[in-house]
């Protein structure tokens, strides 16, 4: 198995969830820590870079989180104004060397470790993908709607087709750092779309588990009493 490095995207202002989500405390411990413990433990994993707010750099929590792994794999980069700034600068961190990057959201707390390791498989066996993402079934019906108002219906689409993006996305580290040249002022969400408005090739992982972003203070409430319900299984199966 090939081995890659690991941005851990955590630049975020945490507006829809009322202050820094990625400190917020999950089971005892900051959001961030439990990807980021993840990871470390990984072999396939050569260096893990966080890009953080310059201001969450100098904070405690922070502090706090390097005391408590100390891990020379672990470094930090100061986040941008957007997606593609954050991934951008966090790529600069990484030695000229690195083959493949995957990029990671910060506040997604269970990361699905075989889907990573699939993704990264694909992209050692293919030389004709560029990337390839994480994804999770879509479940729902689709329908596609009138802009701006959004509320005639144009369509039913075939959810089939569909699939919701999540992380990581792995790439290759030096298309995905041609890419986001290209992409400089543009509107991008994910690392899979910057490879895509280049002309590059994505494929995706389809995971069944529960992979979550913790968006809102509902969601972390969720990964809490998921964590307690592991917990309890973990008990009743001694």
């Given at each position: 198995m090939k081995k890659c490095a690991v941005l851990l995207v955590a630049g975020g202002s945490g507006e829809r969830f009322g202050?820094?989500?990625?400190?917020?405390?999950?089971?005892?411990?900051?959001?961030?820590q439990h990807a980021l413990e993840v990871f470390l433990e990984l072999e396939i994993v050569s260096q893990v870079v966080v890009v953080l707010p310059?201001?969450?750099?100098h904070s405690r929590e922070w502090n706090m989180i390097m005391a408590d792994l100390g891990n020379p794999r672990l470094d930090v980069a100061v986040g941008g104004a957007t997606r593609r700034d954050s991934v951008h600068e966090g790529l600069k961190v990484l030695p000229n060397t690195t083959e493949y990057v995957a990029?990671?959201?910060?506040?997604?707390?269970?990361?699905?470790?075989?889907?990573?390791?699939?993704?990264?498989?694909?992209?050692?066996?293919?030389?004709?993908?560029?990337?390839?993402?994480?994804?999770?079934?879509?479940?729902?019906?689709?329908k596609r709607v009138h802009l701006p108002e959004?509320?005639?219906?144009?369509?039913?689409?075939?959810?089939?087709?569909?699939?919701?993006?999540?992380?990581?996305?792995?790439?290759?580290?030096k298309e995905?750092?041609?890419?986001?040249e290209l992409a400089r002022g543009k509107r991008?969400?994910?690392?899979?779309?910057?490879?895509?408005?280049?002309?590059?090739r994505t494929a995706?992982?389809?995971?069944?588990?529960?992979?979550?972003?913790?968006?809102?203070?509902?969601?972390?409430?969720?990964?809490?009493?998921?964590?307690?319900?592991q917990k309890l299984l973990k008990a009743a199966a001694r």
């Amino acid at each position: 198995m090939k081995k890659c490095a690991v941005l851990l995207v955590a630049g975020g202002s945490g507006e829809r969830f009322g202050g820094p989500k990625q400190f917020a405390l999950l089971d005892g411990k900051p959001v961030l820590q439990h990807a980021l413990e993840v990871f470390l433990e990984l072999e396939i994993v050569s260096q893990v870079v966080v890009v953080l707010p310059e201001k969450a750099i100098h904070s405690r929590e922070w502090n706090m989180i390097m005391a408590d792994l100390g891990n020379p794999r672990l470094d930090v980069a100061v986040g941008g104004a957007t997606r593609r700034d954050s991934v951008h600068e966090g790529l600069k961190v990484l030695p000229n060397t690195t083959e493949y990057v995957a990029v990671h959201d910060g506040v997604r707390p269970f990361v699905p470790v075989e889907s990573l390791q699939a993704c990264l498989l694909m992209l050692a066996t293919d030389s004709n993908i560029s990337g390839a993402i994480v994804a999770s079934p879509c479940p729902e019906t689709l329908k596609r709607v009138h802009l701006p108002e959004r509320r005639m219906i144009a369509a039913t689409l075939n959810r089939e087709e569909f699939v919701r993006a999540q992380t990581p996305q792995v790439c290759r580290y030096k298309e995905l750092l041609s890419a986001l040249e290209l992409a400089r002022g543009k509107r991008v969400t994910d690392e899979a779309q910057v490879l895509e408005l280049a002309g590059m090739r994505t494929a995706a992982v389809v995971d069944q588990g529960w992979n979550p972003k913790i968006t809102y203070p509902i969601d972390l409430e969720l990964a809490e009493a998921y964590i307690q319900r592991q917990k309890l299984l973990k008990a009743a199966a001694r």
